[in-house]
Each structure stands twice: as C-alpha cells, then as structure tokens.
C-alpha cells in the first residue's frame, strides 16, 4: 500500500533555513498505532526514501498526541542558498506519497 | 497565583499583514480580551528580507492591519504588542514598522505611549562572544567566522519575553519588538501576571500562527487564546472554523524539528505531558506544558549577507529530442560560454532549473520521467548587475542556437514567453549567521518609549 491509503495529511515545511520537516497524520489511532508497532519508518527508511545518508537525517518522532509521525532531515542546500528549490520547503514530500510497503491493518 | 482568573489574548492574524476579517476581529473584541498580539515575520521567505533590509509584507497590508489593532487596543484600553516587525526585525524593518504606527496615529488622530524594542546586535558583541567561545552554530555544522560577521548587513538575536515585559512595566500602549522568539509578544503579559511560563509559551507558539490551527486551517483569520492557571483554551473567531484535539496537537509539529521539545531563549517548553481535549463550540484545552529552563541563556542569532546579483531568463522547451538530451546540452553551453567569462567558475555562476524534471526537489529528485515540455528558468550570478545580466544574456543567446547531436529544428532550442527576455533581479543575500550566542552579560534589547501624537 501507499501512504496515501492511510494518512490524510503528507507535507514537507522549513524548520529554520537548515532543517526540512516532513510530517505523515495518519486517518485514525488504530492506523497510526499499527504503522508505528510495524516499525515501518526509521531514520533508515526515510534516508532509503529521499536517497540520502542516514546521518543527515537527524530525527524520526512518532507524536502520539497528532496520530503523526514526524521525520526532519538537513536541507541538501540551505533555504535561499545557491541552487535552492524552495525557499519554504513546502513541495518536498512527494517521495513519501510514493513510497510502497506492507501492512495488515 | 494570578490576579484574575484568566488571561484572554487575541491573536488576529499570522503574520501582520496577512489581514484578516473585520467579523471576526469584532467577535475577538467582544469577548474583552487583555492584550492584543502579532506576529510580524518570519525566517520563511528566505535571507533576501533580512539582508536587505525590506519586509516581505507590502505597507498597505501591514498598516490596514495596525490601524484596526491599534485603534481596538487603544479604545479597550489594552496593549498590543508586535513581535519582528517588519518581517525580519532588523533595525530597517523597526524603522518601517515604527514610521507606519505614527502615520496611523497622525490620520486617526489617536496618541499613545508607544515602546520600541531594537533586536539588533553590534558586530563588536557578536566577535567577542565569538573570541570568547560562546557561540556555536545551530541545525548546522559552519563555525561562525570574523568574515561572516564583518559582511552581514545586519545581525539580530531573538528576544525572549524579557524585554516584553519591560515595556508593560513601563505602560507601553503599543510595542514594536525587533526580532523575537515568536511566542514572546503573546506570552510575557500573562507570565508578568503570574501565570504558567509553559501553558503561556506553549499558546503564544499556537497563537502566532493565529487560525492555522484551526480547522480548516487559514494565516488570515483571528483566534482567542484563554490561559487559565492549569490549562489553556483555544478559541475560533470565525463561524466557518473550529479547534479540534487533532488540529492543535497537529500544530504542534508545524514547521518544528521537535514536537515534543520546542526550543526557547532561556529553556525550552516541553509537551511530553500534554493533554489535548475538545470542549463545546470547537474550543479545545490544553494543560501539561512545561517550561524547562535551562542552564545557560542562548539567544539565536540571524543573519545575512550579500551574495551578488541575479539575472534570469524564462524559456520553454517542447522539442523531444531536446529534451532527451537536455542534460548535457545544458552543460555543453555552460563550457561554451566559459572562455567568455576567464577566472569566473561557472557552477558558482550559472543555476539552470528545468521545471517539469527536477525544478521543484532539485537533487531529491528521484523521477526521471521528464515531461513533454520543459521549463528553464535560468539564473545567472554576478558581482555586479551588469556581470550578472551579460552571463545570463551569453548562456541564453548561446542554448538558443546551440546545435547539439540529432537536432532537427535548426531554428531555435527555445521558447520565450516574454519580451524582454531577462530579468535584472537585483541583489541576492545567503544567510551567514544562524548561531547560537550564550549570554554573558550584554545588555540588549533597550527599550526606547516614546509619546505618538496624533494632531
């Protein structure tokens, strides 16, 4: 399945002009806490996904509060730096709507 | 223990400029809250506002929105306070901000006691604090260096609530904050007040982004905030949105690398034991924010430089067999015009962007499907305008009739939506500084109070 089976919302934001934030809000407890206990996403995966170091990803929170998993990882190039995309950061997580994997929900 | 029970805070937009509508001002109003607070910018937009000295808000939105604050605030009898105004708070966007409350004042007539706030840092305290160690650089790894301090155009710290509390101290009606942690301006009157520096942190960090919280979510819309001595509420002003458990603890990871641990000038709010509950008329509670202080006082250090000057060109490409190879046509035309150019680098020089391939992610890019057409945005860099204009004048005029291997249209590679086809854009600034600065003993942030009068 695609994590755009199971979560509503699927964003990417600046968190200061270093840091990208990317956050998955899944539709319900019982999907986020199934996804959680599957171990589905670690700092490995979401390296795997964007195609870069592990040690540039710098967390992975599971935000029980908001249903929501949370990865931040270091901007390849800083906000507004030469070569920069997007200043805001806000069209980066596509690669997450993409991403396939096994559940049993 | 508080004076009063509770503490009501009108947020009226995300960021002052934004707008927000005159309904749902009127509802804030009626329900007489204690103080007014803003949001007046943001890192967001990028370093160019900062270095430059501009605001990323246009005047007319900035004072449009003042004047309905300034006027509610005034004839209730509370204080507004504005945090970064301007949108970078550095002492050009104070000046901006300050020039347009007193034009406010002049045409409604209206005189008040107004405080202004500097964020500003001297390059002097910076490279002090530098020599002496006590600084460190933030969610990077560059070590500020004496050159980066001597470029920035300006340097501003983040104040915290301290100084806010100040200017209510000293009956500032109207204060105009540099840049700030922006929860300070919505929470140092309800901490002078005796309430909970967590619970009151934790709604100004909601607070500032006003309705974005709600559901649906807008930045041009008023919300209410309630701090009450074990908890907060939260409060739409609008008909047509509500709080709700999810869209206030899924703010909480808004734009944060951290939701659990939302980092401050002297300690940080921590939100592991927060509890989020709907009550009745989509308000929600919210109680167990903390505040953790911490040892030592580190303030966030912004800054930026200039960086050169860009030109771009826009132009479409629809010819597939361009497109297939458009890769190393790109970078063909980039040795091409090299000699032209003797001792500039080229890659520091030229950012060719194709949209409808990798123009949005860039190297996160992972699709290599291009579309049936592709959009090129060229930019050149240069030192001077002219440098950056005649680059981007030679790389354009040379990929137009470049005769790459297979081509079949010998006419022109490209497509131009405009006459002209490049646009001088002007300075371009990078940031230098984001630093932390551990406090010593330097006294920032001085108040200045001064009487506005409206003739």
């Known amino acids: ?105 | 223990m508080p004076a009063q029970k509770r503490f009501k805070i009108l947020s009226p937009t995300a960021i002052l400029g934004y707008g927000f509508p005159l309904n749902s001002f009127a509802r804030g109003m009626e329900e007489r809250p204690d103080l007014i607070a803003v949001d007046g910018g943001s890192t967001d937009p990028g370093p160019y506002y900062l270095g430059s000295g501009k605001s990323f808000t246009s005047k007319e939105g900035v004072k449009r929105d003042l004047a309905i604050i300034i006027e509610a605030g005034l004839k209730a009898g509370i204080p507004v306070a504005v945090g970064t105004a301007g949108g970078s708070g550095a002492a050009p966007h104070l000046q901006w901000c300050a020039d347009i409350v007193r034009e406010i004042a002049q045409e409604k007539k209206i005189s008040f006691k107004l405080g202004i706030i500097p964020g500003d840092v001297e390059k002097r305290t910076v490279k002090k604090a530098l020599a002496q160690n006590r600084i460190k650089p933030l969610d990077h790894t560059d070590l500020l260096t004496e050159t980066a301090i001597n470029e920035s155009t300006h340097i501003v710290a983040q104040m915290g609530i301290e100084p806010f509390i100040t200017a209510h101290e000293q009956g500032c009606e109207v204060i105009l904050a540099g840049r700030a942690y922006d929860p300070a301006p919505f929470a140092a009157l309800a901490v002078l007040m005796g309430y909970r520096k967590g619970l009151a942190l934790h709604m100004g960090k909601i607070l500032e982004c006003a309705a974005i919280a709600a559901t649906p979510g807008s930045g041009s819309d008023c919300v209410l905030g309630v701090v009450e001595q074990d908890s907060f509420v939260l409060k739409a002003l609008s008909p047509e949105r509500k709080f709700t458990r999810l869209s206030v603890a899924a703010h909480s990871l808004y734009e944060k690398s951290d939701p659990y641990h939302l980092h401050g000038p002297d300690g940080h709010i921590d939100l592991t034991q927060c509890r989020f509950t709907e009550l009745e008329e989509g308000m929600v509670r919210v109680s167990g924010s903390q505040f953790i202080p911490s040892e030592k006082t580190y303030i966030k250090l912004e800054g930026a430089c200039p960086a050169g000057f860009r030109t771009i060109s826009i132009a479409g490409i629809r010819d597939p067999v361009l497109i297939d190879k458009i890769d190393s046509v790109l970078k063909d035309v980039i040795q091409k015009i090299q000699p032209f150019f003797p001792g500039l680098n080229m890659n520091d020089r030229l950012q060719i962007r194709q949209y409808g391939a990798c123009g949005v992610m860039g190297v996160l890019e992972q699709e290599k499907q291009k579309g049936h057409e592709l959009g090129l945005v060229i930019e050149a860099l240069g030192d001077t305008q002219e440098e950056a204009d005649a680059l981007c004048s030679l790389y354009r005029s040379t990929l137009l009739h470049y005769g790459y291997e297979g081509r079949v249209a010998t006419a022109g590679n490209l497509a131009f939506p405009f006459s002209p086809s490049d646009l001088s854009a002007g300075r371009v600034y990078h940031f230098s500084i984001y630093h932390l600065m551990e406090i010593d003993a330097e006294e920032l942030f001085p108040l200045r109070c001064e009487t506005v009068r409206g003739n």
């Open chain 1, 1 to 105: 399945m695609k994590l755009t089976d199971i979560a509503t919302v699927i964003r990417s934001k600046n968190a200061g002009p270093f840091l990208l934030t990317l956050d998955i809000m899944f539709k319900d407890r019982f999907t986020y806490e199934k996804f959680k206990k599957a171990g589905l996403m670690t700092k490995e995966r979401a390296a795997d996904i964007y195609g870069i170091e592990v040690d540039d990803i710098q967390s992975v929170t599971f935000f029980d509060p908001a249903d929501a998993v949370k990865i931040t990882f270091t901007r390849p190039i800083v906000s507004g730096g030469l070569g920069d995309t997007d200043i805001y950061g806000a069209q980066q997580h596509v690669p997450l709507m993409n991403w396939e994997f096994s559940l049993n929900l």
